[in-house]
């Protein structure tokens, strides 16, 4: 029988909003409008932190977040109590 891994949700409500919009802003800024950075690679390495930012905000999951064993969750948010 295989073990059924399961990545525990790590970013709260708050991280999230705020990840959320700090991607976007950033996605934008290196991807879509890049007219205000000095050289593309600044623009495409914005752009790229963006992107992790979204990701991590949509999967409320943060890998650097387990390893510093940082979680701010609440405990409605993790399913417990």
Do not use: H, W
Not at 42 to 67: E, K, Q, W
Request: glycine residues 10%; contains cysteine.
């Amino acid at each position: 029988m295989r073990k059924r891994i399961t990545i525990r949700p790590n970013v709260g409500g708050i991280d999230r909003m705020l990840r959320f919009l700090i991607g976007i802003l950033l996605f934008y800024a290196g991807f879509l409008d890049d007219r205000y950075l000095f050289d593309a690679f600044s623009a495409r390495l914005l752009g790229v932190m963006g992107t992790i930012l979204l990701l991590t905000a949509i999967f409320r999951y943060c890998p650097a977040y387990s390893l510093a064993r940082i979680d701010t969750t609440q405990r409605r948010d993790r399913g417990e109590g």
